[in-house]
Structures are given as structure tokens and as C-alpha cells.
DNA sequence: AGAATGATTAGAAAATTGTCAAATTACTCT
DNA sequence: AGAGTAATTTGACAATTTTCTAATCATTCT
């Protein structure tokens, strides 16, 4: 991923560009190139050897001159290919998880509660992250936390406590497992 | 062309890789993106309508949100496209007057005197270049500067009388035209 | 109309990058 | 070996760009 964002830096730069062109034409050397850019061979050089440690021309001596050639097959690629991550490695549970939450939550809310009782735990796993283990809340304190999320805050506090993610002791709500 | 070198530009940031991949994968909006990506959401709205007034990712407001979308056909293209220039406009005596050039001289040397009238004046004429209008040059002045280009300056100097490029009088020689 | 919320802009600081002049290195040819 | 030539490196400077904070704008909801 490291070498695309290099490669998409490399071919952003009017100097290179102009560079890159003149050896699509044809093979040439520091000197040369300097001369019909009007730039310094120090300049031309600085770019050459960046784009050479990234691969994109190869360099080669001939009598006094470096000649340096395009690497042409690096250009095939469509601009798809650049910027397109790599898939992250995330396990397949990870990922259901991350189906089911986009599927019941639009925009931070809580669009309906699940009927499956699989997917019903992870969405108020979800909002269960709200509470701090250990903490101990207030009724009404449930109420606006859970509410944020949802019209029915009373349903779901009643499914927290059903499912086992928090515990109540008269009008005291705690978490018990994340 | 200046837009291709725009796109490019664009296209090598790292934070801007990181919001096309999310777009890539679904519409987003700023304040998620920039929770997603742990910046703000200055920040993001900033690249966003970079990448907008490219032409890369369309936007609409849903509600409170501004949902942003990626304008896919752009990724389509081969990097080669990008990179490119378009031809310069060349007209077909510059074209040929290049290739003659090109032909005769290597790596800055002239490797050998055209036989032909015509591409032995384009020789000429290039060496001339070297002469400024107005001037006067000894003689040993005119050979040195020939001899950059080749070991006989001698015929190169006549050549150079003979076809009305230069002219002498005893030992003294100026550039008639360019 | 007013409160709330997300998006955008403005201004400033920090980081990155392209360029050059001058010095050094690497190589070729006698 | 030494002279000559092109390439490269170094250090400094200038220009551009990313990011943030704070303020403002545009919508939506009550």
C-alpha cells in the first residue's frame, strides 16, 4: 500500500511529468534532459534517482553518460489499481458484526431492533459501549444515554437486562460484560 | 493536461487515499469521515471539496448531512493516460529539421557532415547557433567553437562560408544569419 | 422564530518538497 | 597515473500544502 501512495507522489510533480515524457520518447541521459527543460543536471538528477528507487526507470552507463529508460509495464495499470487499499485482514465475525450494525444503524440511530435474538445482542452491544463497567446509573440516566439511539428507550433497557448485558437492583443499572 | 497533473496531485495524499477508500466502499459524510479517520472535520471537508471541484466525488445534502459519492468512471482509465502529454502542435519542417538533427548529431557531436545540401544546412544552422549576430571571431575563435562539435573544424568553417551561413574578410569572421 | 447540528471558511503553524550553487564522486580516455 | 567529463550529493532557501482552532453559514426540527 506504502509503494502506491510513493508510486501516485512520484507521478505528481510537473518536473517529473515533463521528465517521464521525454523518455517515452526516447532514452536519454542528465545532461540532455536538464538542457531541454531548462533545469539544473542537479535537479533532473534529484528527480532520476527518486523515480529510479521506486522503480520506474532503470539506469544504465554508456561511455561518459548515464542513460536512463523508462519502466514501461509500471504504466498498465488502470488508476483503480493505485488507489484501492488492500483488504484490511478482518475475520469473518468481525465483519458480520460490522453488517449487522450498518444494516440497523443509520446515522448513529437505531433504525429498529432485530427480532433475531444474534443480531438483537450485537446492536445492543453496540449501544451497551455508551456504559462503563463498574459505573453504577440511575434510571433516568439510562433512559437519556439509551435514548440517543433510540425513540423506546424503555424496550431497550428492558432486552439489556433480558440478554444479560447489564443487571438492575431497584432503580440501579450497571454494566456487566462488553 | 494541466487538469491530468491536477488529478494526480489530488490523488497522492494519504488522506485522500483514505476517503476515496471509504467512498469506495460506501457514501459517507463529513463528520463520519472524520471520525473514521481520526481528524476533523475541517480537515476533511477541506480534501472533500478538493476532490469535488475535480470532479472526483459528487455530493448532495440528505437531511443534516452533506453525503459525499465517488465519481467512478474517473478510476477507469490506464495510468498510462495520465501521464502522457498531449502532442505538442509541431508543424511538419520543425519535425523534420528535429529529425535530421537528431540523426547527425549524438550525444551533442556532430557525427558526421550530411552530404545532402539541404540537411547539411540544418547542420549548419545549428552550429551557428553558437555565433551571436553583430559579433566579430578570429579565426582560432571560430575553430574552437566548431570543434566542440566536430575534430574538422576546418571543412566545417568553410561549409559554413559556402552556404552563406558566415562570412570573412582576411581573418575576421561574423554570423550573417540565423 | 429560535435552538440544534453539521458543513464550510479564514487564518496561522508546521511539514514537505522542488530548486539551485557548490563541492564531491565516478568513470573514461590518453 | 592524470586530465577531462558527466553524475551525484549536500546544504540552504522558497514555495506549496496539510492540518488545526475558532468563527460563521446553512439546514432542519420544535
Redesign the pocket.
Known sequence: MKEKLELL??L?????LDILNILLHEDS????I?CEL?????????????M?SAGVVN?S????????SLNREIFDKPLYELIKKDEPVIDANEKYKKDVLSHFFKY?KLVQLPTQRKKREIVLAEIAKQFKIGQKYGETEVNEIIHQFHEDHCTIRREMIACGIMAREKEIYWLIKT
Open positions: 507522489k512520484l505528481a510533480d510537473e518536473t517529473r541521459y542528465v545532461e540532455k536538464a531548462s533545469l539544473t543536471p542537479a535537479t533532473i538528477c534529484y528527480h532520476l534517482k527518486k529510479e539506469c552507463r554508456s561511455q561518459f553518460y548515464m542513460i536512463y448513529g
